[in-house]
């Protein structure tokens, strides 16, 4: 980006997106911290400079993503990112007509409701798996459903969820004709079920194309923009102040606000030797995405290793060509050079694999920093019991409030002791792990086609 500001420095969309850039794998918590005083930094100054970028989607094109991984509230820093884009960009905050005082009609005299759901990812994806249950279990006596999407990726589960709709509206990737598009429709609600993982969806939720917008936990994180007026969450998620990390008005379900279909336990019983890992050691994996690997995490994993020297810890690479499965192993290497000889990187598995892999797992290991929903729901489908240790964010303590929703609190931490005496006790303890797994069984339909979460 420096080399191409040197030839054009009149483009202000890059100097924003210089600004935004975070590093995928930070090197350090205190990495993370300078990154975050010089982005607050570089957003007030960037505010102050009369910046014009017409067209932020394409001039930037990056979203907040990282920002949710660093562990903190980002509620003011990403109001203030969205000052930013309403300063340089204020055509975004675009107003439907059917949303202006004078021209709405009361809802409370319609007998259908029109409800839009809006995600770049309504296909094979986390959000797709997460929301087609309930796009395909709405009401349809109180709603007409319209599912709205953007360019990209479709595939079987795009095309279930696009029969299960009343209409599908297709975007053109083109923010002015978009708007318009949606506007046609005169929605009553918009519900996008994710925003800042997709730089288009991301800068669309700046206009006010319904009279009501929220959005859900497809990115367990505040949007920070104000055309967006509810975060639906959970009471089993969210702590008592819990409405000090959105900008919107936190909506609290009793249960997670999603309607996942189980996952099925493999046929095949997998080995030690289809993953090409070395017998006679114990298996602690961690089975989320690499960036989600905090380093204020990398101590409690040396201290896991030094106390079991026949333990392994299992990450699973990136599909980045390896470069972030270089940067969490050097990281390693730094934090614990002692024991990161016990670190195992797998490839990347198909999805039957993966969860082959969580089945022959002696312990499944969450972080409190950020946790899991989908990593959650699939490991406890398949009885893989997964230790949870609850951060005071929603996005620390996605595996926490499956289990609370199940009703089940033994493998729940309270502090970093709890958390490592719980996890050798699963691995070592046969009989402990076994007890868990009934306990799991017996549990787990509290976690999947909750119909009464859909009628809330």
Not at 388 to 405: E, F, H, I, M, N
Request: hydrophobic share 40%; net charge neutral; charged share 25%.
């Amino acid at each position: 980006i420096d080399l191409a500001l040197s030839y054009k420095p009149e483009k202000a969309g890059w100097r924003i997106k210089k600004a935004l850039l975070l590093p995928v794998i930070p090197s350090s918590q205190e990495d993370i911290q300078t990154r975050r005083d010089t982005l607050t930094k570089a957003v007030t100054a960037l505010i102050k400079q009369n910046l014009t970028v017409p067209d932020p989607a394409l001039g930037v094109g990056i979203t907040n993503f990282y920002l949710a991984y660093h562990g903190h509230n980002n509620r003011s820093l990403l109001q203030d990112i969205a000052k930013l884009y309403i300063a340089v960009s204020p055509q975004l905050t675009y107003q439907a007509k059917h949303c202006l005082s004078e021209h709405r009609e009361h809802t409370g005299s319609k007998k259908v409701l029109r409800i839009g759901f809006l995600s770049a990812f309504l296909w094979d994806h986390t959000v797709g798996k997460h929301f087609r249950g309930i796009i395909e279990q709405f009401s349809r006596t109180k709603f007409e459903v319209i599912v709205i999407r953007p360019t990209g990726k479709k595939d079987k589960m795009a095309e279930i969820i696009d029969r299960s709709a009343d209409k599908v509206v297709h975007l053109f990737g083109k923010l002015e004709r978009d708007w318009k598009l949606i506007e046609d429709e005169e929605l009553d609600i918009l519900f996008y079920l994710d925003i800042g993982m997709d730089p288009y969806t991301y800068f669309l939720s700046f206009a006010r194309l319904a009279p009501v917008q929220a959005v859900t936990i497809g990115h367990a994180e505040t949007s920070g923009v104000p055309n967006i007026d509810y975060f639906l969450s959970s009471e089993v998620s969210e702590l008592a102040e819990a409405d000090d990390h959105y900008s919107e008005q936190l909506i609290k379900l009793s249960c997670l606000p999603t309607f996942y279909y189980r996952p099925e336990i493999p046929v095949k019983s997998y080995i030690h030797s289809d993953f090409n890992l070395p017998e006679g050691v114990r298996l602690y994996v961690y089975a989320h995405s690499l960036f989600k690997l905090h380093p204020g995490f990398d101590e409690t994993l040396a201290k896991l290793l030094r106390r079991d020297p026949e333990g392994r810890l299992i990450i699973v690479e990136d599909s980045r060509g390896g470069h972030w499965t270089k940067l969490v192993v050097e990281r390693f290497h730094r934090s614990f050079p002692d024991v990161a000889g016990n670190v195992i990187s797998i490839p990347k598995l198909p999805f039957e694999k993966f969860v082959g892999l969580l089945t022959l797992a002696d312990a499944l290991l969450d972080n409190p920093f950020i946790s899991g929903t989908s990593a959650g729901l699939i490991s406890l489908g398949v009885t893989a019991p997964i230790i949870a240790w609850p951060g005071k964010l929603c996005s620390g303590r996605c595996v926490t409030a499956c289990y609370k929703q199940m009703g089940l609190n033994d493998l729940i931490a309270t502090d970093e002791e709890s958390y490592l005496e719980l996890t050798l006790r699963l691995a070592q303890d046969a009989d402990f792990k076994r007890r868990m797994q009934a306990d799991i069984e017996a549990n787990a339909h509290k976690l999947y086609e909750r119909h009464e979460v859909v009628r809330e």
